[in-house]
């Protein structure tokens, strides 16, 4: 996801992204849903650095 907006219904790293849930000052969330290998369904949150925070190696930990 890094170096790209996420876009609802877009795909990220195996995961589709359903709804942004929240942008603050540092990062962004959203709820996604992954697949695995054997078609079991998993809700997750995936968190992402804003990009003019990308270079804070504080927060990047």
């Not at 890094?2 to 990220?12: D, I, K, Y």
């Not at 995961?15 to 603050?24: D, E, K, M, S, V």
Request: proline share 2%; charged share 20%; aromatic share 4%.
């Amino acid at each position: 996801m890094s170096g790209v907006m996420p876009e609802v219904g877009s795909t990220a790293n195996n995961y589709q992204i359903l709804a942004r849930l929240a942008t603050g000052g540092m990062a962004e969330i959203f709820l996604a849903r992954g697949t695995s290998g054997t078609g079991v369904e998993r809700y997750v949150v995936l968190k992402r650095i804003l990009r003019d925070r990308a270079n804070d190696v504080q927060l990047v930990k």
